[in-house]
Structure formats: C-alpha cells, structure tokens
C-alpha cells in the first residue's frame, strides 16, 4: 500500500508559478514510477508529466513544466511556470510500480489560475 498526499495548489495570476509536491508513504518510493495528471471541471482526468525510477520523464506540457523526485525524501515535484487560465484543475499525483501492478492515485490540490 502506498498513501500519496499532494500539496502546493493555490491561486495564483496568468504568468505565474507554483511547485506542487506529493509526499508517499508506504513501500519503497523509488522502485515506484510516479505521475502526475489533472482533471478540470466537466473533462477527463489527463495526462501531465511522469518521472520513471530510473528518472526519465515524459510531459504533455512542454517546456513550462518539469517533473522531479527526491528519493530520499520520498517526494515528487511539478514546478509549473508560465501558468495559464486553462491549467486550471486539479492536480493528482500517481504511483506505479516499476514491475508492474496496482496504481495509487492521491486526493489532489487544487490549483486555479486567474488571467
């Protein structure tokens, strides 16, 4: 069982930035590949950034947003920059196992961007 708790969501302007963390506990954090996704009002839970780990990432958002993990701390980041109205949603943190099995899925942090 892994537990994954988000934070760092807030309201901030057209332009600006936020770093959201999501803190695990539980089994071994870095044999985990972990993900970041956000589901705005009335869509689909989408696909943001994953950071493998072996720390390889991937990114539906290019170049304003950069994934990154602290094994030792057991937490993962998503700096988001240059933020828009339309990255307005909630933002949940993800964990799967490198070899294979289950998800876990954190409650979210919501983040609104006013233009």
């Known amino acids: 069982q892994v537990q994954l708790l988000e934070s760092g969501g807030g309201l901030v302007q057209a332009g600006g930035s936020l770093r959201l963390s999501c803190a695990a506990s539980g089994r071994t954090f870095s044999g985990y590949n972990m993900g970041w996704y956000r589901q705005a009002p009335g869509k689909e839970r989408e696909f943001v950034a994953r950071?493998?780990?072996?720390?390889s990432r991937t990114y539906s958002v290019e170049g304003r947003f950069t994934i990154s993990r602290d094994n030792a701390k057991r937490t993962v980041y998503l700096q988001m920059n240059s933020l828009k109205p339309e990255d307005t949603a909630i933002y949940y943190c993800n964990a799967v196992p490198a070899v294979g099995g289950p998800g876990y899925w954190g409650q979210g942090t919501q983040v609104t961007v006013s233009s």
């Open positions: 950071i493998s780990w072996s720390g």
